[in-house]
Structure formats: structure tokens, C-alpha cells
């Protein structure tokens, strides 16, 4: 209660807070100590990460071959009838940048006054040529097209032009299709002989192939409250379908970003940011809030994957992966479990302990400490059991075929210790011309592809908040209103917020990695029919 008190001193004192700002604090759940780091954060800055080197093969990237691929994916076919497996898909955003580029064009465009290609010409547009060349492909171009001809009765005889004009106007126009405003996970993303299908329903049809026990299989979407009648309705109407297909009972479960995870706003003076009514502006945390979701989950496997990141050919080759990516945690698990089950029944010798500790920095990546061998027993043990009893994640990762950027580094700490991480080029310090070449030496990409463990070796779950580093936020610069402010997001779900987990990466193929990050990319062989 003192602490709490001297906290609310300090929040009045140094930033003016109202007993009206405490009430709007309490009735939002935010923890008050939360808001005061926050503020300090804004202040001081968030440091950047120093990079020792990239993670390559054999030096932080697992690279295996197809062969042994299918060998894990076996073992862990033969080990999920015990298991409880679960996905856990990320749905949350709204479609906005997918459509930035055509949205750019209905507002400085008019029909009057000029044609599309002036208009390309005078941008010097890129995307939107492709987006015209390839129209008919989309998966969803007859269903907006059979609008347009109901709504535009002289639609046959518009010019080309003309025909394309409407056919985004209505694609984006608030009501009709409004695609910019609704999740990416309930839009049209491939097109069949007979249907066309979303991402929600390529999500559930991957779940009934690779994280399935007993046949049985969990899907968890982490969605905005607002958003969670469209994926409710997808859900209804194929899930039956895709479990009379597979074989499979599919379970569906959502859950929201906690609002006590929301993070407070500053202004460039780096004062709270009030709105017109004078009240605290708070801004959703980032997808690292949802490392409470994922903490939430009851499960011995999780596999988690972007919303945005599903393919329309190849699953047998994307189920090979996963499959064989989770046979990797198990196996590493599994001698992590040995280790801590030997540990705690008094088990392990002296004699135990090189290949305890080879083990660690081999196939786990820890930094054993300097010093360590200078230990005593006791103190090793204590030391091997505070590494090695934490949640596991295998990641994969693949090539860099565009601009080297984020992805696998060696990151050392503030402490000096070393390990593996997953580190956005924003993390960087970019005046550093040594770290920034580190970062342009990076062979390997984050596809967003990782599966996790998140029981300890006695079956229980771990507090995962215990594992996020809490200094590698993000500082970001917003616009409210024509106001501009400062906003703080909490470390990234598979960055900051896992930093401390025992971290495996390896090497999968390219083809596991198809995001549709503009909606041009539904264009690309992955996103389309095979006969085509």
C-alpha cells in the first residue's frame, strides 16, 4: 500500500495526474507502477540491442535435410497421442495496409479530370499497374464484379478505365465490401474450382494437418472484439467441411488483447497526451501484449503462425515442416526434462556435468558463464537448473532472398552474456556503422514460424511474463487528430517478450513462407490455383 502511494506521489507530482485521471486508470485495470515505467521509458529512451554477429549455419541456425526433416516429423507423430497441440494465429490487424496503394489512388485520383495511366505516370505508381494486370486472378473479382453490374447498370458500356475506377471504389468504399477496415483473416485469399477461401478457413485446413492428436485439433485466433462476429461467421460456415474432409474435430477458441496491457501516450515533450475532453490517451501495446494470451493457452505444443502467412498449394510440404520443427522441440525437450528430473531427485554426478554443460552450448545455445568450471557442485547445479528450466521455442528460418533486415542474431547483453535472438532493424542503432554491417550480414530471415513449449518439466505452466526482457520496447511516432504523439509498445511477441526462452532456430524452406503483406501478393504462385 506504500509503495502504491508513493507511486500516485509521483504520478501528481511529476506529471500532473488528477484524482479524474486515477478513477479513468482503475476503471481501465492498468497498473499504476506500469504507466510510471512507461513515462520513464519516454524519457530516457529504450537503448538499442548490440549485435555480436548474425546467427548462420552451424553458428546459431540449425540447418537438417529433408531426410531428417521427415525423421523428427515422425517422432513427433509418434509422440502427440499424449500431447495436447494447439496454433496460435495472431488475427488482430485490420486489412489497411494491403490496400494503402489503392486508397492512395482514390483519393488523389478523379475520373473527370484524368486516366489511370496519367495517373500511374505522374506517381510513378509500381503497384498499381499490377494490380490492374492481374485483376481477374483475385479471388475476389466476380463477386465484386457482379456487384458492380447490379449497382451500374450502364457498367458494359464504361471504358476500361472506367471499369477498374469503379471496381476499387466499391472494393474499399466503407458500404460496401470495405476491405481496408475488416481483418485480413476473413478476406477472400484463394480461388478453387467451385469456392474461393479465406484465410481464417487455410488456417483451419493446415491446423487439421499438422497440429492433430487423437483427432482432434485447437485453433486460437487472438482478434479485436469488434472483429469477432466476421470470424465467427467464416467458422460457421466451413468448419464442418474441413473436419468431414480431414477427419478431424476442429476446436476454435479467441481471445482479445488485454486493455490492461494498453500502454499510456506522450506528447513530443514527453508529457501524457490528453484528448479534447482532457482525458489520458492509452494505444494497444503491440502484438507483444499477447504474450499473455499465449500464457493462457492449455497446451503441450503450440504452433504459431501469421494470419497472413497460408498457402493455397504445397501442404503437404508445409505439414512436413511444422511437423518436423515440432519433432525438434520434443526431442530437445525431452533431454531438457531428463536433466531437470535427474537434478531434482539428486541424480546428476560430477562426472555429469561437461556433458550437461556441452550439451547447453551445443544443441541449446547458452552462453555458459566464465567461470563456471571454478563452481562448486552445488552452485553448477543450481546454475544449470536456473538455464535450462524455462519455455523452449524452435523457430524457422529462411533464406534472405531481398534487403538483408531483421531476423536470427547473436545479441549481447548489457551483462555481457551472449544469445540467440530475434531482432528487428529497428532495434539497431543505425548511426553504428559496425552494428548496422552485423545487421547487412544477415543470411537468414523471421518468417513468423515458430513452435513452442510453454510447461515446465513438471507439467505446469510457466509465468512467461517472467521471461520478456522489458527493455527492448519500441518507441513510436502516432498522429492523433492532427496532434502528433509518442506511443510505447511492449516487446515484440516472438522478440522482447521471448527473449529469455531457451531459443533453437532452423533453417526450412522458402516455400514455408508466403505472407500478403500488399494485396498484390495474392498474385504470387503460392496464392493462386495450381493449373493456372
Given at each position: 500500500?506504500e ?57 546459431g ?5 529433408n ?22 494465429v ?10 494503402k ?82 481483418p ?173 554443460s ?105 509465468d ?9 520496447g ?12 509518442k ?19 532452423v ?26
Amino acid at each position: 500500500m506504500e509503495e502504491k502511494t508513493t507511486t500516485i506521489n509521483n504520478l501528481t507530482a511529476k506529471f500532473g495526474f488528477t484524482d479524474f485521471d486515477f478513477q479513468q486508470i482503475k476503471e481501465m485495470n492498468i497498473d499504476l507502477d506500469k504507466i510510471e515505467s512507461e513515462l520513464l521509458i519516454f524519457k530516457s529512451g529504450i537503448p538499442k540491442v548490440f549485435l555480436e554477429k548474425p546467427a548462420t549455419i552451424n553458428d546459431g541456425i540449425l540447418k537438417i535435410s529433408n531426410q531428417e526433416f521427415q525423421e523428427y516429423a515422425k517422432f513427433f507423430d509418434e509422440k502427440k497421442k499424449n500431447l495436447k497441440l494447439k496454433k496460435f494465429v495472431p488475427a488482430s490487424g485490420a486489412a489497411s495496409r494491403m490496400f494503402k496503394f489503392l486508397n492512395e489512388f482514390l483519393n488523389d485520383f478523379n475520373l473527370e479530370n484524368e486516366t489511370i495511366n496519367a495517373y500511374i505516370n505522374r506517381k510513378k505508381d509500381k503497384n498499381l499497374p499490377i494490380f490492374l494486370a492481374g485483376i481477374e486472378k483475385f479471388p475476389f473479382y466476380e463477386i465484386i464484379k457482379k456487384r458492380l453490374k447490379e449497382i451500374l447498370p450502364e457498367y458494359h458500356l464504361l471504358e476500361g478505365h472506367e471499369k477498374s475506377y469503379h471496381f476499387i471504389k466499391l472494393m474499399l468504399a466503407n458500404d460496401e465490401f470495405d476491405f481496408s477496415n475488416k481483418p485480413k483473416g476473413v478476406l477472400e485469399f484463394h480461388k478453387y474450382n467451385e469456392y474461393t477461401s479465406t484465410a481464417v478457413e487455410e488456417h483451419l485446413n493446415e491446423c487439421a494437418y499438422y497440429a492433430e492428436s487423437n483427432n482432434i485439433s485447437h485453433l486460437h485466433f487472438t482478434v479485436s472484439e469488434n472483429h469477432l462476429n466476421l470470424f465467427q461467421d467464416v467458422i460457421k460456415k466451413i468448419k464442418s467441411k474441413i473436419e468431414e474432409k480431414s477427419g478431424t474435430h476442429v476446436h476454435v477458441s479467441y481471445s482479445f488483447q488485454d486493455k490492461s496491457t494498453d500502454t499510456i501516450a506522450v506528447g513530443l515533450d514527453n508529457k501524457p497526451f490528453r484528448n479534447e475532453q482532457g482525458k489520458l490517451v492509452f494505444r494497444p501495446g503491440g502484438h507483444g501484449a499477447l504474450i499473455n494470451n499465449l500464457g493462457n493457452l492449455d497446451a503441450d505444443v503450440i504452433f504459431i503462425k501469421n494470419i497472413d502467412n497460408v498457402i493455397q498449394n504445397h501442404i503437404n510440404e508445409i505439414t512436413l515442416y511444422k511437423k518436423g520443427l515440432a519433432g525438434v522441440l520434443l526431442k530437445l525437450q525431452g533431454q531438457i526434462f531428463d536433466i531437470l528430473h535427474r537434478i531434482e531427485h539428486n541424480l546428476v554426478e560430477q562426472e555429469n556435468i561437461e556433458s550437461i554443460s556441452s550439451f547447453m552450448q551445443n544443441e541449446l545455445n547458452i552462453d555458459i558463464t566464465d567461470g563456471f568450471e571454478k563452481f562448486t557442485f552445488e552452485n553448477k547445479i543450481d546454475y544449470i537448473k536456473s538455464k535450462l528450466n524455462r519455455p523452449l521455442r524452435v523457430c524457422g528460418m529462411v533464406k534472405n532472398e531481398g534487403e538483408p533486415g531483421g531476423g536470427p542474431f547473436w545479441v549481447r547483453s548489457y551483462k555481457g552474456t551472449l544469445s540467440l535472438q530475434i531482432v528487428e532493424s529497428s532495434q539497431v542503432d543505425n548511426e553504428n556503422k559496425e552494428q548496422m554491417k552485423i545487421l547487412s550480414e544477415s543470411t537468414h530471415f523471421n518468417p513468423v514460424d515458430l513452435v513452442c513449449g510453454i510447461k515446465n518439466y513438471k507439467g505446469e505452466k510457466f509465468d512467461l511474463q517472467q521471461f520478456v526482457d522489458h527493455s527492448t520496447g519500441f518507441i513510436v511516432h502516432k498522429n492523433n487528430k492532427g496532434k502528433e504523439l509518442k506511443g510505447y509498445e511492449l516487446p515484440g511477441l516472438w522478440n522482447g517478450a521471448m527473449a529469455k526462452w531457451i531459443t533453437v532456430f532452423v533453417e526450412v524452406p522458402l516455400i514455408t513462407f508466403n505472407p500478403v503483406k500488399t494485396v498484390n501478393d495474392l498474385l504470387k504462385p503460392a496464392h493462386q490455383p495450381q493449373n493456372e
